[in-house]
């Protein structure tokens, strides 16, 4: 349980549903709700496919290109650092081309609920914590990003912009921090594995 939990609060942060929440509102401002709900369930769905499809996919390409796993932690906090740092500096989070015929799978989908962050840190998590962990943590916060599209317009209105601003920034920190730790226990495991040589 305690594996389980390391693994959800990373992801938690990378998939940030809240910090999402104003752009979500926004695709679907002045959709009838079962349009609304179709594009909630088209999003999650791609987002499910697509993340868990590149966690399973992903590992066999680092062996393949002779990537361990100290390369990627170093390399994938990174990312997650400099993602997180373009969400801190900015004033909202960056505005993509909208398709209007199919916002849930693209947009919503991807990149905004698994983007380069979410995909970064499912093989990060995977190489820590195995496989079961990282799968379920992966889908449950998906679902999760889900239920707060589903609960919109009441969690807006209990938040209001600047409380899911606020979250988001404070998200965005968090996973910078997460960044920061990746690239020093993959520093560690390079000396480590240097040492041992």
Do not use: Y
Not at 31 to 53: D, G, H, Y
Not at 152 to 163: D, P, T, Y
């Amino acid at each position: 349980m305690n594996t389980f939990w390391l693994c959800f609060v990373p992801m938690f942060v990378a998939v940030d549903a809240l910090g999402i929440l104003p752009l979500f509102m926004q695709l679907t401002q002045g959709l009838e709700r079962p349009k609304v709900r179709r594009i909630i369930f088209e999003s999650v769905l791609t987002a499910t496919v697509v993340a868990l499809v590149f966690l399973f996919i992903g590992q066999g390409i680092l062996r393949l290109l002779g990537i361990t796993v100290a390369d990627f932690m170093i390399a994938g906090g990174a990312l997650l650092f400099i993602l997180s740092l373009s969400d801190l500096i900015t004033a909202q989070k960056q505005r993509l081309q909208i398709d209007p015929e199919g916002p849930g799978a693209v947009p919503l989908g991807v990149p905004l609920i698994v983007g380069p962050g979410v995909l970064t840190t499912t093989l990060l998590l995977i190489s820590q914590h195995g496989l079961i962990p990282t799968v379920s943590a992966t889908i449950i916060n998906i679902a999760i990003a889900g239920i707060v599209f589903l609960m919109s317009e009441s969690i807006n209105r209990f938040l209001g912009k600047a409380g899911t601003r606020t979250i988001s920034k404070l998200s965005s920190l968090i996973l910078a921090a997460i960044g920061v730790m990746m690239v020093r226990k993959g520093i560690m495991f390079l000396i480590a594995a240097g040492s041992a040589a």
